[in-house]
């Protein structure tokens, strides 16, 4: 257990459906992180907030929808999404944003886009 | 970012020592490095880093050379458990500080 914690851990959904998938940390971290790891790809960073406030967004494209309620809840909510956005979806905590601060992922949200 | 070579895939018997190798010969004096590992479709694992000397936690041991240019991950009594693909990254020092995996290194530990 690395004290960060993600539902669902497997989602189906079609193309025209809204969902939200909900990372939680116990760590007392002020920063947070989305990744997407796809089959045969690098991990990609997709957002970073820090202290509730979203400080990068990877070009990610307007179907993800980052949600940051306060430094322990991070949402990511999704719509229309296509079959090429089906993979890992990773959560991430740190206790800053620095460059040696540690990272510590959760479990992942396995989505299939169908 | 400096980029990281590892070899892809390695056997090590169970209850003896894994030793992981990484080359990170463009590495700069400020960059750390970072080991995680990551058990099929589980979110990758912290384990250990370090910047000039060499680190030891309860997973594992880290040992950068004098140059810099290269480390070893050492796991002194593998597990079954610790079959994983292990990863070793070097974070670079400009903005919010993204994790940037490789291709790392396929570990398969054998009965």
């Given at each position: 257990?690395?004290?960060?914690?993600?539902?669902?851990?497997?989602?189906?959904?079609?193309?025209?459906?809204?969902?939200?998938?909900?990372?939680?940390?116990?760590?007392?971290?002020?920063?947070?992180?989305?990744?997407?790891?796809?089959?045969?790809?690098?991990?990609?960073?997709?957002?970073?907030?820090?202290?509730?406030?979203?400080?990068?967004?990877?070009?990610?494209?307007?179907?993800?929808?980052?949600?940051?309620?306060n430094?322990?809840?991070?949402?990511?909510?999704?719509?229309?999404?296509?079959?090429e956005?089906?993979?890992?979806?990773?959560?991430?905590?740190?206790?800053?944003?620095?460059?040696?601060?540690?990272?510590?992922?959760?479990?992942?949200?396995?989505?299939?886009?169908? | 970012?400096?980029?990281?070579?590892?070899?892809?895939?390695?056997?090590?018997?169970?209850?003896?020592?894994?030793?992981?190798?990484?080359?990170?010969?463009?590495?700069?004096?400020?960059e750390?490095?970072?080991?995680?590992?990551?058990?099929?479709?589980?979110?990758?694992?912290?384990?250990?880093?370090?910047?000039?000397?060499?680190?030891?936690?309860?997973?594992?041991?880290?040992?950068?050379?004098?140059?810099?240019?290269?480390?070893?991950?050492?796991?002194?009594?593998?597990?079954?458990?610790?079959?994983?693909?292990?990863?070793?990254?070097?974070r670079?020092?400009?903005?919010?500080?993204?994790?940037?995996?490789?291709?790392?290194?396929k570990?398969?530990?054998?009965?």
């Amino acid at each position: 257990e690395t004290g960060v914690t993600q539902t669902p851990r497997h989602l189906v959904m079609g193309m025209t459906n809204k969902k939200s998938l909900k990372c939680e940390q116990h760590l007392g971290h002020n920063a947070m992180y989305w990744y997407k790891q796809s089959a045969k790809k690098p991990l990609e960073l997709m957002f970073v907030y820090n202290f509730k406030e979203q400080t990068e967004n990877n070009s990610v494209p307007s179907r993800f929808s980052p949600e940051c309620p306060n430094s322990s809840h991070l949402f990511l909510h999704l719509h229309t999404l296509q079959p090429e956005d089906s993979a890992l979806y990773l959560c991430a905590s740190s206790q800053d944003p620095g460059p040696t601060d540690t990272q510590y992922f959760g479990p992942g949200t396995r989505l299939t886009v169908l | 970012d400096a980029k990281t070579t590892q070899p892809p895939s390695m056997d090590c018997a169970e209850g003896r020592a894994a030793n992981l190798p990484c080359n990170h010969s463009t590495i700069s004096g400020n960059e750390y490095v970072y080991w995680y590992r990551q058990i099929h479709s589980q979110g990758p694992q912290y384990i250990i880093h370090g910047l000039k000397n060499n680190e030891t936690n309860e997973m594992a041991s880290l040992i950068i050379t004098e140059d810099r240019k290269s480390s070893t991950l050492i796991l002194p009594h593998a597990t079954l458990r610790d079959t994983a693909v292990y990863y070793c990254i070097v974070r670079d020092t400009g903005g919010y500080q993204k994790v940037t995996f490789g291709t790392g290194t396929k570990l398969q530990v054998i009965p």
